[in-house]
């Protein structure tokens, strides 16, 4: 569990041997419940996905794509289909009509939040009332702090990191390296830069303290057993759990006071007027705003715990398939390169209209994110109403979750979804519903240009002196492994590339 906390599915998905004991014990004493559990009215015609195929993949610790094949008859044709899991029924939705409908009517469908599926838990406390997950008035007046922020995308954090990376890759030339947590690495530093001016300094010391202490709180806070069975860290307190948050905790608050502390000198003002300010000193400023609401320390901090979630795994993830892609897709890459040399010159970073003119290399961004999107599944939906669709009700407080992954890859929405084809964007018309990498409506991700020209500049850097490829004896041969979404975030097993610097 991690970013986006949908199925619980995908949580316990990452059971160690231990506890696989337990799973099958609680799975029987589910199943037993299961089918004991009455189907409310208006769903009994909505078909049903197999519990016990949910359980096999977990078991078999299988990623989004292998669920969906095994949901793609009943989705594809129906569009809609419920499931039984943690004590009531689910709907996962892929119709297009019924999408928008919650993606545009976010009063009619709030999100689920933290503390009424988790009461009282660890993950509850750590993340608390954030902008991902809020509704209504409260939504409201942390987007509105946070967005003037987001105006400001820091390019030279990306640039420097950028930098940093071309020094790591130095030193390996030509032979595999380790893509997925390099660029994990990558992304948290630019993150913590950008986010509150921190050097988390992963790509040069990766074992540095800071790294360490967020590193453990998200391997705590992923811990499947905790979601399954929830009151469990009720009974037994997480000391270990609770200590290595305070640590990490710690970190952000002195980070928000410092803040504070120069939003009084004036310092910040300075900052916002020569275009240095980080995302939080643009939310301190914005606090000072009399006309708008402020956010507390607390909720500032709350906000910098989701955006270091939000923000780091996403963008790994599309940078690790997308380097993929081009490695097993030579014609691509050499197309990408040419349009860079050709755009930039001798510029090193693309400035924004270099961005647009990157028109082929934009093209290939989306087309990873359709086919790997980061962020599978959006998190659930409750209806605060009865909602009629087709001949079915579906009760108020019914969780929904869009099946991103699954609408990406419906041969109702894409001609040939399985194929990596960048140059769909250009010719094929495709439902604006069909293609939901970064959510849509109002609750629209946050952070879609900072990750794209993040994207962008990392991409510039490396294509440009490098030629990637893929080991002969890589895992990833036939296909690309994709992992569970233990860490709620979709993105592949270990991936090794070969980056062979390019003469001339
Ligand atoms: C490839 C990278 C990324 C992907 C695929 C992605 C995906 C998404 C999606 C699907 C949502 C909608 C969630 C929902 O409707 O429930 C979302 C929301 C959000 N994302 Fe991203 N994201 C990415 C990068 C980032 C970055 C870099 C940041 C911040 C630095 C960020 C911050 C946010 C925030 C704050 C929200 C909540 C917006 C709101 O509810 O008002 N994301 N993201
Ligand atoms: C911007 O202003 C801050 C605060 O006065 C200063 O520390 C920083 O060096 C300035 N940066 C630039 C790029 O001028
Ligand atoms: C992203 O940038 C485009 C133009 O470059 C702008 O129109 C849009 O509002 C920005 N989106 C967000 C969410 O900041």
Redo the contacts with the bound molecule.
């Keep these: 569990m991690e970013y986006y906390l949908e199925t619980q599915q995908i949580d316990i998905s990452q059971l160690n041997i231990n506890n696989d004991a337990i799973l099958v014990l609680v799975s029987f004493i589910i199943f037993k419940i299961y089918q004991k559990t009455r189907v409310p009215e208006g769903l009994k015609n909505v078909p049903t996905l197999s519990f016990l195929v949910l359980l096999t993949e977990i078991y078999n610790k299988v990623g989004p794509d292998k669920r969906w094949e095994d949901i793609r008859d009943i989705l594809e044709k129906e569009g809609i289909g419920k499931l039984w899991f943690n004590g009531e029924w689910t709907l996962t939705v892929t119709d297009l009509g019924l999408v928008k409908d919650i993606i545009t009517k976010t009063d009619l469908y709030p999100k689920s939040l933290l503390g009424e599926s988790f009461p009282g838990n660890l993950v509850t406390q750590y993340y608390g009332d954030n902008v991902v997950f809020s509704n209504g008035d409260v939504w409201k007046r942390h987007r509105r702090i946070a967005n003037p922020s987001f105006r400001n995308i820091p390019v030279h954090v990306f640039v420097e990191s950028a930098i940093k990376l071309l020094n790591v890759m130095e030193k390996v030339d030509n032979e595999p390296i380790e893509i997925r947590n390099l660029m994990h690495g990558l992304t948290l530093d630019v993150l913590g830069k950008a986010a509150f001016g921190f050097d988390f300094n992963n790509l040069e010391d990766p074992k540095n303290v800071y790294v360490t202490a967020y590193n453990d709180v998200m391997e705590e806070l992923s811990k499947p057993i905790y979601y399954l069975i929830s009151f469990l860290e009720h009974i037994v307190p997480r000391t270990e759990a609770i200590r290595k948050i305070a640590k990490l905790n710690s970190l952000y608050d002195e980070m928000v006071e410092k803040k504070m502390k120069?939003m009084k000198t004036?310092?910040?003002d300075?900052?916002i007027?020569?275009?240095?300010a980080d995302l939080l000193e643009h939310m301190v400023h914005a606090c000072n705003d009399p006309e708008n609401p402020t956010l507390t320390s607390e909720e500032l901090r709350h906000d910098l715990a989701i955006f270091m979630l939000a923000g780091h795994d996403t963008t790994a993830n599309a940078l690790s398939t997308i380097l993929y892609l081009l490695a097993i897709h030579k014609d691509v890459q050499k197309k990408v390169r040419d349009e860079i040399l050709r755009v930039l010159g001798d510029d090193l970073t693309p400035n924004s209209e270099q961005q647009k003119e990157l028109k082929y290399m934009n093209m290939v961004i989306n087309e990873n994110l359709r086919l790997y999107p980061p962020v599978a599944n959006l998190p659930r939906r409750t209806p605060s109403k009865d909602i009629k669709f087709r001949n079915h009700v579906i009760p108020a407080k019914t969780p929904i979750i869009i099946n991103i992954y699954g609408i990406h890859h419906s041969s109702k929405n894409w001609e040939n979804p399985e194929k990596f084809i960048p140059e769909r964007f250009e010719n094929e018309k495709h439902d604006h519903y069909a293609w939901l990498s970064f959510g849509g409506g109002n609750r629209l991700c946050l952070g879609i240009n900072f990750s794209l020209i993040e994207q962008r500049i990392m991409l510039c850097s490396l294509l440009r002196k490098y030629e990637v490829s893929l080991p002969a004896d890589s895992i990833h041969k036939d296909k690309l492994q994709i992992a569970p979404e233990g860490s709620g975030t979709m993105g592949p097993h270990p991936l090794p590339l070969i980056f062979k610097r390019r003469t001339e």
């Excluded at 007027?273 to 240095?276: G, L």
């Design positions: 120069s004036g310092e910040i300075e900052k007027n020569n275009n240095s």
